[in-house]
């Protein structure tokens, strides 16, 4: 059923669009319980029921594989509520670069524009699989699916499926700037407070409380200080004036600003009050966040929540140790936004913390090489 698309455009069928790129890619178009994430149908003797490569049975013990190589495994899988970041917006540089304009750039601008410029499938919540469009974005690929993916092969394609979820899910509530974030002139009106905060983060965990199965895990990320991006790129020259260079980063923002386009005022803003303020904003919604994750912890019988402060100036830290700078993590054509080098940065750090808890991301499944040996790539994705 994979192998083809109805007249109707499915999910399933398509990367873009919200499709396999944003989630596992279903093996059915035909059935609502055919999903990455589901229960097996009787133990996937038949037919992949959940999508994740595995099905059929032993000859020799008459027992399905996917009783044999997955049960006992505590299988999961990974989803992310957040926001541009967790998304992965990429605005391609070349796109905008009078020097680097070209055919060659816009091959693919259909399924660049469909996506809405996010890159989920390359992101470090999500990312799996290869890099299909070098000419428009380069680094490695690095996720937390695909970490959890490692440890456990019976995890393949459970990965920002929600909705129809029958498995303990890992789930990342990550809106690291949305908070804070605003074009108005007036920005600090537009700015979630912390009672805000409070009543907002406590109505999504009411919410996850009727959606997550059991056995599930919510990690709260904090948000980022993002007083690093204006002192970083304010005196770099903005790619769309590359030819001439009198365009720098702080006209970028201020232009922006005066559209009221901006993707957040209260940091790209070359006024220091103003970034120090949000700021200070961020520190009061982090406290809010803590505090969830250490009051609520158990208060949801479906799930435990974990809050975990955002490893990005690790990330920043272990990228200058090895020779780089600030400046070449960030979204060149936004000044806004982490790259595809910091999204696997990021990844890396926070994998580190999340060894910390190992009840968060299942034990090695000792099966994985026969899993492997039997059914190689597991249909891709």
């Known amino acids: 059923m994979c192998s083809f698309c109805y007249p109707v455009v499915v999910p399933s069928c398509t990367q873009a669009a919200r499709g396999s790129a944003w989630r596992g890619r279903d093996c059915s178009d035909v059935s609502k319980s055919v999903h990455p994430g589901a229960q097996p149908i009787r133990g996937d003797r038949f037919f992949d029921s959940n999508c994740n490569g595995i099905f059929g049975f032993n000859k020799e013990t008459q027992r399905p594989y996917e009783e044999e190589l997955c049960e006992g495994s505590e299988p999961r899988g990974v989803a992310i509520l957040g926001d541009s970041i967790g998304a992965h917006f990429h605005l391609p540089p070349e796109w905008i670069d009078p020097q680097q304009v070209s055919a060659k750039v816009f091959r693919h601008v259909q399924t660049v524009v469909e996506n809405e410029l996010d890159w989920p499938s390359m992101s470090a919540g999500t990312g799996h699989g290869s890099n299909e469009w070098p000419e428009i974005i380069q680094g490695p690929i690095d996720s937390i699916y695909m970490r959890i993916l490692e440890r456990n092969k ?13 498995r303990p899910l890992l789930l990342f509530y990550a809106f690291f700037g949305n908070d804070v974030c605003n074009k108005y002139s007036d920005t600090f009106a537009h700015m979630t407070t912390p009672e805000q905060m409070f009543n907002n983060t406590m109505s999504v965990m009411d919410q996850l409380h009727e959606i997550l199965p059991k056995h599930s895990h919510v990690v709260m990320l904090s948000l980022l200080d993002g007083r690093v991006l204006y002192n970083e790129m304010h005196d770099r020259v903005h790619p769309v004036s590359s030819y001439w260079g009198k365009v720098t980063y702080a006209d970028f923002y201020d232009f922006m600003n005066c559209l009221q386009i901006s993707p957040c005022r209260g940091w790209l803003n070359t006024d220091e009050t103003v970034r120090d303020k949000t700021a200070q904003r961020v520190v009061e919604l982090n406290k809010v966040l803590r ?54 940065l990021l990844a890396r750090e926070m994998w580190r913390d999340l060894e910390n808890y190992p009840e968060l991301i299942g034990p090695v499944n000792k099966n994985n090489h026969l899993i492997q040996q039997l059914f190689g790539d597991q249909g891709g994705y």
Request: net charge neutral.
């Open 154 to 166: 019976c995890n393949h394609r459970d990965y920002q499926n929600i909705a129809f979820n029958d």
């Open 291 to 344: 505090g969830i994750g250490e009051k609520y912890k158990y208060n949801y019988p479906n799930f435990t929540i974990h809050f975990l402060e955002s490893p990005m100036e690790r990330a920043i830290k272990f990228w200058k140790k090895k020779g780089g700078e600030v400046w070449q993590l960030i979204e060149p054509s936004d000044g806004f936004h982490c790259n595809q080098y910091a999204q696997a």
